[in-house]
């Protein structure tokens, strides 16, 4: 196709032009939200390539997420066409894999590594602390996890880190992190930092391999600079290369291991951010990458972009207001020509229920009204555990729904456990793997067996699966067990010749779950939560043909057998969580935490939860650091809006089972008021004293009632791993999946439900619920839609319930 330079060109403003035509030194663009940063980016490759200034091969681009990636790579095919293919297009992550699949070997490493994620990793490390005789309770392992991932993202092996080590027990997770080191190498796996430091390490060892992907990148992209932490930073130098990397390299005895010169010029770099966007502090990100860009690279430019051609002037404003209260940042000069558009909507609900019902009637309004499909539509929360209320009213009226990241399709046990099948096949060095599916589902090998096999796997310094081989010759295991670890042993022999005979990946799961009993098991089950996991195992068999497709139609090739199977799993470990938002399914609201949202546009925002103690967390209510870092939160959240946004909050909300009171978001208060229509108030506030609840005034905010609960419900407590894949996920788990799978996909029917009439209960009814039974009403409270009742369900507990119509409740 011939491509015309001023096509390629069109819709750029002045300064996002000059980024794309900007040629030679290293380039930062900095702007806020919406101003075209990405935009910038995707049109700046499609021009290389149609000015001729690079080819595909030359071509490497980071983005945040596999998705955004994705949507890149099918930008520049529309603009260039299919050669866009071989471009590398991904996350430092998938990046990384791909380059130490290519070199493995010298980092002592099989090509066919398994990646460990977050909650493998824990695993080990508990394996490792448990080694030590450390106390779980002083040393939890999530702790000394989340410690020694800080020290990889500061490329700090386990000798430094031992070196450097001023406190108990700073030794401890130095010992821990070395011990936890070994056992990956002898595993033959890496975890997720690693992927980031080994391939560090990698570049800044071997020159020759440096050298090799130097020629190879000519031009290096990276969106969301500001995220960056120490390890990517480092990472990026090294691929650029050139007059930047005037060091010397040195071996920890002080031998020489790279010269500080460099024949090939330093690749052409452009990085783009927004400080007030950095969100991933405790990944160890860090706004002094972008900050100090200029001082890194001397001969840098940097261009500002100033118009946001995303958001109307009214969230515009709204944003700037929070945002501009962070002390130490450069102010910017965001402007749209969109006009102000829609006021922003409030609306402070009695309880959580309440909020989840406003904004269900509010989307299916709009959607009545013809202005805006489901898909358009997002809602977005501080912590996973306040998706819950949410999905509970959704399932109840029908609203189609997706939640993106939390309860994770590959977070579900019997995911996991498939997979865990599948990784020990196509790598039997796997121990963490293989241990996990020793006795799964239960096959009369104990824990006692299983740490003798351990014992024996140390002493003997054999792989744990030649453990599991010589069970005849091991001491102390039960014959019963010997017995049992024989039929896993001459199992796993079966299902490892049809993997070497070719079998494909789906292929091959179906028979593990068949010949290892687990499907039979979830078949007989009366637990109706096993249906569901039995249709999530099916889903997973579709996941992996469809895995393999894609995989056959790319441009590397994979033989059949193991290496296919490593690849496919090496896919899914690297999903993150945007990247199950299905593109086809346009017809869904989308549920997300803030972080997850950032880079995304929506025409209309619900952000929930803006109270004290929620958004800000309450870790971040005394540190002013923490509390900076929830204002970008903010400024991400407001940002996503097109066209609509909505914020509300609740006077009460039951955490973990609790319920209490939170004062209005501090945030809620930096929103100039003529900016908002707060289409409900607080009716009767339970804290405070008679002050304006709805901006949860002065004195109130410190009420004693919020402070207790918080630290009696312990429910806060952690460190930066509430959201994501941590506690605020876990405590849901099962349940909330189950009933994702329940409702399936597909839109369920939908109940007219603001027509229907309300149940009107008192206190001692006699009621009939479809799911819980038969039960007594011990208290009701509110009218209308925010009319709730307690149920006394006899062994099913004590429920409330919100009485609006579609209720699957009859009063007898
Ligand atoms: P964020 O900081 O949230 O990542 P960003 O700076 O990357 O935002 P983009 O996502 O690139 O911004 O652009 C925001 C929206 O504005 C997109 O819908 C994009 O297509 C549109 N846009 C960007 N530049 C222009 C332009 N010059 N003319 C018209 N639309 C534009
Ligand atoms: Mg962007």
Request: avoid cysteine.
């Given at each position: 196709r011939q491509l015309n330079i001023e096509e390629l060109l069109e819709g750029l403003n002045d300064q996002q032009r000059a980024a794309v035509e900007h040629r030679g030194a290293p380039l930062l663009v900095v702007a806020g939200a919406g101003s075209g940063k990405t935009r910038v980016l995707t049109r700046r490759i499609a021009y290389l390539l149609g000015v001729g200034g690079a080819t595909p091969g030359e071509i490497l681009a980071i983005t945040f997420t596999n998705k955004a990636a994705a949507e890149m790579k099918e930008r520049v095919a529309e603009l260039v066409g299919a050669r866009a293919r071989s471009m590398w297009v991904s996350t430092f992550h998938s990046m990384c894999v791909r380059i130490l699949r290519n070199e493995a070997t010298h980092l002592g490493y099989k090509s066919t590594f398994t990646i460990y994620d977050s909650a493998d990793s824990q695993r080990l490390v508990a394996l490792v602390a448990a080694d030590l005789d450390l106390d779980s309770?002083?040393?939890?392992?999530?702790?000394?996890?989340?410690?020694?991932?800080?020290?990889?993202?500061?490329?700090?092996?386990?000798?430094?880190?031992?070196?450097?080590?001023?406190?108990?027990?700073a030794k401890v997770v130095a010992e821990v992190y070395a011990g936890y080191q070994a056992r990956l190498k002898a595993a033959s796996a890496l975890d997720f930092d690693d992927l980031i430091m080994e391939t560090v390490a990698l570049l800044q060892v071997f020159p020759a391999v440096a050298e090799h992907y130097r020629r190879r990148f000519r031009h290096v992209l990276v969106d969301e600079y500001q995220?960056?932490?120490?390890?990517?930073?480092?990472?990026?130098?090294?691929?650029?290369?050139?007059?930047?990397?005037?060091?010397?390299?040195?071996?920890?005895?002080?031998?020489?291991?790279r010269a500080a010169t460099s024949s090939i010029p330093a690749a052409e770099l452009v990085v783009v951010g927004d400080a007030d966007q950095s969100i991933y502090a405790f990944r160890g990100a860090n706004i002094r990458n972008i900050v100090e860009f200029e001082r890194d690279y001397p001969s840098a430019r940097t261009i500002l972009l100033e118009q946001n051609y995303r958001s109307t002037q009214t969230i515009l404003s709204a944003a700037n207001a929070v945002i501009s209260r962070n002390p130490e940042r450069r102010a910017k000069n965001l402007w749209t020509a969109a006009g102000n558009g829609e006021m922003i909507v409030g609306y402070v609900a009695d309880n959580e229920h309440d909020e989840a019902a406003f904004v269900t009637k509010e989307i299916d309004r709009l959607v009545d009204e013809g202005s805006i499909r489901f898909g358009d539509v997002a809602v977005f929360y501080r912590t996973n555990s306040s998706s819950r209320a949410f999905e509970d009213v959704f399932v109840r009226m029908g609203m189609p729904y997706k939640i993106v990241g939390g309860v994770r399709f590959y977070e579900r046990k019997e995911v996991r456990d498939a997979l865990a099948y599948l990784r020990a096949l196509a790598n039997p060095a796997d121990e963490v793997s293989l241990r996990r599916i020793l006795n799964t589902p239960k096959r009369g090998i104990g824990d006692r067996a299983e740490a003798a096999l351990a014992v024996y796997s140390q002493k003997e310094k054999v792989p744990f699966a030649q453990a599991l081989a010589s069970v005849a010759d091991i001491p102390f295991i039960a014959t019963r067990s010997v017995k049992a670890i024989s039929g896993f042993n001459e199992m796993m022999d079966l299902l490892r010749a049809d993997l070497d005979g070719g079998a494909e990946p789906a292929d091959l799961l179906t028979s593990v779950l068949e010949k290892s009993g687990y499907t039979e098991l979830l078949e007989i089950s009366s637990d109706p939560q096993d249906a569901s996991r039995l249709e999530n195992l099916e889903q997973l068999v579709t996941v992996l043909r469809e895995r393999v497709e894609i995989l056959q139609g790319g441009e590397e090739n994979f033989a059949a057998g193991a290496p296919l199977l490593a690849a496919v799993l090496e896919q899914l470990s690297l999903v993150a969580d945007a990247d199950s938002i299905p593109d086809s399914e346009a017809g869904m609201v989308t549920m997300m935490t803030l972080h997850t949202a950032k880079g995304l546009e929506f025409p209309v925002v619900f952000l929930i939860g803006w109270e004290d103690g929620l958004f800000p967390h309450m870790r971040a209510l005394a540190d002013d650091k923490e509390l900076a870092e929830e204002r970008r939160l903010a400024y991400v959240g407001i940002t996503r809006s097109r066209e609509r946004l909505y914020i509300s909050r609740a006077v009460t909300r039951?955490?973990?089972?609790?319920?209490?009171?939170?004062?209005?978001?501090?945030?809620?208060?930096?929103?100039?008021?003529?900016?908002?229509?707060?289409q409900r108030l607080a009716e009767a506030p339970d804290y405070g004293s008679g002050s304006q609840s709805w901006y949860g005034g002065g004195g109130s905010r410190s009420a004693p009632v919020s402070a207790g609960r918080f630290s009696s419900s312990g429910g806060f407590s952690g460190s930066g791993s509430s959201f994501g894949s941590g506690t605020g996920g876990s405590q849901y788990g099962e349940s909330a999946q189950s009933r994702l799978a329940a409702t399936g996909t597909k839109s369920t029917g939908r109940t007219g439900w603001q027509n229907s009439a309300t149940l009107a209960l008192a206190v001692g009814d006699r009621v009939s619920h479809d799911k819980y039974g038969l039960g007594t009403v011990i208290a009701s409270e509110g009218v209308g839609v925010r009319a709730t009742a307690t149920i006394d369900f006899g062994a099913a507990g004590k429920i409330r319930l919100m009485l609006i119509g579609g209720v699957p409740l009859t009063k007898l």
């Open positions: 309770k002083r040393f939890p392992a999530r702790s000394l996890a989340a410690q020694i991932s800080n020290l990889k993202n500061e490329l700090l092996d386990p000798a430094t880190a031992a070196e450097r080590a001023d406190s108990d027990i995220d960056t932490n120490h390890a990517q930073y480092t990472l990026v130098k090294e691929l650029v290369g050139g007059a930047h990397d005037a060091r010397e390299v040195r071996a920890a005895d002080g031998e020489l291991v039951s955490t973990w089972g609790q319920p209490g009171a939170n004062p209005a978001s501090r945030f809620i208060q930096d929103i100039p008021e003529e900016l908002v229509d707060w």
